[in-house]
């Protein structure tokens, strides 16, 4: 891909941020592409299930994390109503549409370090 700083959507089009920014603000938090990855693998889990998975991340950051999703309309969060009545997280189709995002950003993340681990940088 042979792109120039003029052909990428940077420009805010009328809205806060431009495109560009859009996404940035969401796989750009250390958390968020660790859930979104979760919930693609793994389909609708509950907090517990979800915090086990995202190994590091504390029952606060997950939490704030979540709701920032769901503003954000990548994560839907769905009541259970069962005694006792639980919470299920999914992802929107916003969020399914990152599978690719998260695909190339692990993939780039995996030639990158292993050139620096080549490199000893």
Do not use: C
């Not at 003029?6 to 805010?12: F, L």
């Not at 009328?14 to 250390?30: F, Q, S």
């Not at 994390?65 to 109503?81: F, N, P």
């Amino acid at each position: 891909m042979d792109r120039t700083g003029d052909e990428y959507s940077v420009g805010n089009r009328g809205h806060d941020m431009g495109p560009l920014t859009a996404a940035a603000a969401i796989v750009g938090k250390k958390w968020h592409p660790r859930i979104v990855v979760e919930l693609l693998r793994d389909g609708p889990l509950g907090f517990n299930d979800l915090k086990e998975s995202v190994d590091g991340i504390s029952d606060k950051v997950l939490s704030e994390s979540l709701d920032d999703l769901q503003e954000r309309d990548i994560v839907h969060r769905t009541v259970i109503d069962d005694k006792p009545v639980r919470v299920e997280y999914s992802l929107t189709e916003w969020g399914e549409e990152l599978e690719q995002v998260v695909t190339a950003m692990d993939e780039w993340g995996t030639r990158y370090l292993d050139r620096t681990d080549e490199s000893g940088e």
